[in-house]
């Protein structure tokens, strides 16, 4: 039996909207079974999630190698869907890599992102579900992205996800058509600064900045009122050097010390009701079968 696995991601870490993203530690997993007549995808993850070839998985491979034979798959996925962890992007990125395998293509990781990327419309998480680590990327035309790997320090990400769905399309729906053009300026300066304060490690500078963006998270954050009462819960613990909402929310993101993280965690959990309340890693590999 093969196994694929394939990360969790946190994008824009407040500014960095469209364009940074990290990894962290939560999976999917694929394990390729016997041939087919049709695919199939064995998964308990409920019946909004397709087993056959309305499954994304199943679309991202018939899109890019349609001649790769039909197998049975069994998918399991600690990733909730529509709550800002990428669970799309990881399942274009498992696609990706099945059709690469599967039709033995040979693809390179920068043509593999391009993919992605031509799939999902950013690179903010398919970048990192594959690379792994912190990612800073841009599509410059939808099937081309300019992006770098950077390392990142050693921290935990104390996750707040609450109990309800958030859709990327209710989320962007709330966005601005147009900003001021000094709004722009000073959202695209704050948005610069951070990428360069968290490619040479400087967190604490960083989280200031991630408290900071102009862009997404003013217009969200009535959709996700956990937000505020996390920064509220969280003020002056040690420790803790940012909050952002993950990707399109609701999930938030705190980037905290290793040594406070669990403790943070239990202020969280007993502060913010109807939420689950994880610490998670930085996954610097990305995806990576399992052979």
């Known amino acids: 039996m093969t196994r694929l696995l394939v990360p969790a991601t946190s994008a824009n870490l407040g500014p960095g909207f469209d364009s940074i993203g990290v990894a962290v530690s939560l999976y999917l ?18 019946d909004d999630i397709p087993h056959g070839e309305d499954n994304l998985i199943i679309q991202t491979i018939q899109k890019l ?6 197998h049975k798959l069994a998918m399991h996925s600690d990733i909730p869907s529509a709550r800002g962890l990428g669970s799309s992007s990881s399942a274009i990125i498992a696609g990706i890599e099945l059709a690469d395998r599967l039709g033995q293509k040979g693809w390179s990781e920068e043509e593999k992102i391009n993919m992605a990327n031509a799939i999902e419309g950013h ?4 970048a990192p579900a594959l690379a792994g680590g912190l990612v800073i990327g841009v599509a410059l035309e939808a099937d081309r992205v300019l992006w770098t790997k950077h390392t990142f320090p050693h921290i935990a990400f104390v996750v707040t996800i609450p109990n309800k769905q958030l859709l990327t399309s209710q989320a962007r729906a ?7 053009f000094a709004q722009a300026v000073r959202a695209n300066g704050i948005g610069n600064v951070l990428a360069s304060k968290l490619a040479v490690g400087e967190l604490e500078e960083a989280g200031h900045l991630m408290e900071m963006d102009l862009l997404h998270e003013t217009y969200r954050s009535p959709l996700v009122p956990e937000l505020k009462q996390v920064r509220q819960s969280l003020d002056g613990q040690a420790g803790v050097y940012g909050t952002y909402l993950s990707g399109a929310g609701p999930t938030i993101m705190t980037l905290a010390h290793k040594e406070n993280a669990e403790d943070l965690a239990d202020i969280l959990s007993h502060d913010i009701q109807d939420a689950q309340i994880r610490v998670l890693d930085l996954d610097e590999e990305g995806a990576r079968w399992l052979d």
């Open 29 to 46: 997993t694929m394990d390729v079974l016997e041939p087919a007549d049709a695919w199939w995808i064995d998964h308990d993850l409920g």
């Open 174 to 180: 709330v966005l601005p058509k147009q900003l001021d």
């Open 123 to 126: 690179p903010d998480n398919v």
């Open 65 to 70: 190698a349609p001649e790769v034979p039909a």
